[in-house]
């Protein structure tokens, strides 16, 4: 069923709001995908701050023109949905890669991060790089090894001092 004039309306201007709005967003194939497979993304989606939605093409190459999008999301054909994102891109990619090595049928077309497009490739290498959190925590890490190495090397002359006056000290005794 085709939809009207006011329903098509509606739709372009929650796509340009959800374009605005959103860090970015990943365009993927949305044909020959099962149910349960799409269910369990949505979920899984939904828990990393991102959001699965299957896209009417026409309406959305509209918003794309209209939200200043680069020109390689414009051509996009054939069934289509988008994962949009607040924050974190690696999250989403994990889970569209997962998804793709479970069924095979789930492919990553491209995408947009803060304005930048990402071709399928790039998508893919968003999914080896760790979580912004475990990023945190290895920066967290490196910072702290330098300092954790200048107190071994302080404390250790420290303690070898202490191990020749008490030498000292016994043989005297």
Known sequence: MSKTRI???ELLNDY???LE???????VNS???NTSTITKLKIQLRDANANYAVV?????????QETNQPLQTQEIEGPTAVIFFDEDPTVPAKLVKQAQKETSLLNAKGGVFEGEFLSESRVMQLAEIPSREVLLSQLVGTLNA???G???AVTGNVRGLTMVLKGISEKNA
């Open 7 to 9: 329903q098509k309306t």
């Open 16 to 18: 340009k709001k959800i």
């Open 21 to 27: 709005e959103k860090a970015g967003y990943f365009l």
């Open 31 to 33: 044909d020959k995908t």
């Open 56 to 64: 009417k093409n026409s309406i959305f190459k509209v918003a794309l």
């Open 146 to 148: 330098p300092l954790s």
């Open 150 to 152: 200048f107190m071994n």
